[in-house]
């Protein structure tokens, strides 16, 4: 059965420190990863995605992935937080087979000035 | 271009009413889908719309949810008659026809309450 952990319900930060927010996966065949986020009030915005190629993937914000097969890890990071980056990160996965997301319980993320 | 829209963003119900959730797609995206998040906890699928037709409804919790997707443009979703648990934030989603590698696109979804 598909699955996706995010291990963390919060994760705190300071504002320009490195941040990473985890992500391991559990799907039949190649998977498809991607990240979302949530700020208040707004829906769920697409952050980045991995289908093929370079394990680094690149996305909105300043916000990268890295694709870790044998670990079955999609970590979300980025080099420096904002407190603007405070919000709800969503995890999700898709198998080659299926247009169905199956998402993790979210993260919240918390960066402090 | 305009994202996907839901109405009405929050909905409070008596238990056993019925309540219609609406979703107007992004324009162009043949695929649509519906979600839910109920008490905080993980986002899960209902189903999916190619066009007008349901390719896979295997999310739906039972059979007092009804999607619809008339003309293959806006979908509606009804709860007749609503239960407690089913409270929660739904979301639409759309996406275009180039396979499943393509990112969905999420709506700002519906708070659904039934008290």
């Known amino acids: 059965a598909q699955s996706v952990a995010q291990p963390e319900d919060q994760v705190n930060v300071a504002e320009g420190n490195p941040l990473t927010v985890k992500c391991t996966y559990s799907v039949s065949g190649n998977p498809y990863l991607f990240w979302y986020v949530q700020y208040p009030n707004r829906g769920l915005q697409f952050l980045l995605k991995?289908?093929?190629?370079?394990?680094l993937v690149k996305g909105s914000y300043g916000f990268e992935a890295e694709f870790n097969k044998s670990q079955t890890s999609f970590h979300l990071k980025k080099p420096s937080a904002l407190v603007s980056d405070s919000a709800l990160y969503f995890c999700?996965?898709?198998?080659?087979?299926?247009?169905?997301?199956?998402f993790g319980s979210g993260t919240r993320l918390l960066v402090r000035p | 271009e305009a994202g996907v829209t839901q109405f009405p963003s929050h909905s409070v119900i008596e238990k056993g009413q019925t309540v219609t959730l609406r979703c107007d797609p992004i324009?162009?995206?043949?695929?649509l889908y519906w979600y839910r998040r109920v008490m905080g906890k993980e986002i899960k699928f209902l189903l999916h719309f190619v066009k007008e037709s349901k390719q896979d409804e295997s999310g739906m919790p039972n059979n007092r949810f009804l999607a619809e997707r008339t003309g293959g443009t806006y979908s509606t979703l009804k709860v007749q008659p609503a239960e407690l648990e089913d409270s929660g934030v739904y979301f639409c989603?759309?996406?275009?026809?180039?396979?499943?590698?393509?990112?969905?696109?999420f709506g700002q979804g519906t708070r659904l309450t039934v008290v």
């Open positions: 324009s162009g995206h043949d695929n």
């Open positions: 989603a759309s996406s275009r026809s180039e396979g499943v590698s393509t990112e969905a696109f």
């Open positions: 999700a996965v898709r198998a080659s087979s299926s247009y169905k997301l199956i």
């Open positions: 991995y289908i093929t190629g370079d394990n």
